[in-house]
């Protein structure tokens, strides 16, 4: 067992690997103006075992492609698919995002949650305007700052695992300068953190020790998640993921 194979083992049973819920998904969703289009093309990149890809399938008319870099994700979702009755309007695939199978402007809607930070928001979204039609549509959360200064110890943890991190203004200019128009923005609310992610992930951590007899890289991978979500709680205030809902020029 590699560490990658924990981190899958850990998460897979859950229905999300991030951040987020229903109702940030369609939140998100009814910003965008859709009615002059009747069949959609819609990528859903990081999507994991598909918790919002569930979502979009059952709200739009539409052909979705979801892509993670791992197939027990995308079986997961292919499961969940079958079993909700949507599994006619999602095709996955196992691939990275920064290697999408994609033709110049081919896609309506490019939706990824929690997930462009593994190549980089800004690379992210410069690579991916490419595969967006005009006018075509652009949703990201990321991790954002809410406020203007925050305690030291927390910039240097967040400065260390992700220097990309910043307030959404930041955020929004670099969108602006590459081409996109913001048409809205929100943040996660914290029961999308704990309820919609921490606290799922909790419950499974006795199975998964069961399952991975008790090693020390398991007792040491939750031991991690168990600061990492202490860490929220103490400075929630500061940070959370951003919603940012954009429009290709
Ligand atoms: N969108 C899901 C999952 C977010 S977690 C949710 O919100 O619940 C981030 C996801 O990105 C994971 O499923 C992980 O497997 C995937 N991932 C990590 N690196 C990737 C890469 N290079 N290409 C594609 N997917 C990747």
């Given amino acids: 067992m590699t560490e990658v194979d924990l981190i899958v083992d850990i998460h897979k049973n859950t229905d999300r690997q991030g951040p987020g819920s229903t109702e940030d998904t369609l939140r998100a969703l009814q910003m965008l103006d859709l009615s002059s289009l009747a069949s959609l093309k819609v990528a859903d990149i990081g999507c994991g075992s598909g918790g919002q890809t569930l979502t979009l399938a059952k709200y739009l008319s539409a052909d979705i ?32 995002m920064e290697h999408l199978p994609f033709n110049k402007e081919e896609l309506d809607i490019i939706w990824s949650e929690g997930a462009i930070y593994n190549m980089g928001f800004e690379a992210g979204i410069k690579q991916w305007q490419t595969y967006l039609k005009p006018q075509g549509y652009l949703c990201v959360s990321e991790i954002t700052w809410l406020t203007a200064t925050r305690p030291q110890e927390l910039e240097e943890y ?16 670099i969108l602006e300068n590459n081409g996109y128009n913001l048409v ?66």
């Fill in 65 to 96: 492609i979801a892509i993670d870099l791992f197939p027990e994700f995308l079986e997961e979702l292919n499961h969940r698919a079958s079993q909700q009755n949507v599994n006619h309007k999602i095709k996955t695939i196992a691939q990275s």
């Fill in 158 to 173: 967040w400065t260390q695992a992700y220097p990309e991190i910043a307030k959404a203004s930041d955020k929004i200019q």
């Fill in 184 to 249: 809205g923005y929100f943040y996660l609310p914290e029961s999308s953190w704990m309820e919609g992610y921490y606290k799922p992930l909790q419950n499974g951590f006795s199975s998964f020790l069961e399952r991975q007899q008790h090693s020390d890289m398991a007792n040491n991978m939750v031991k991690a998640f168990e600061d990492e979500i202490n860490k929220y709680l103490k400075y929630k205030a500061y940070f959370s993921y951003g919603f940012y809902i954009a429009q290709k020029i």
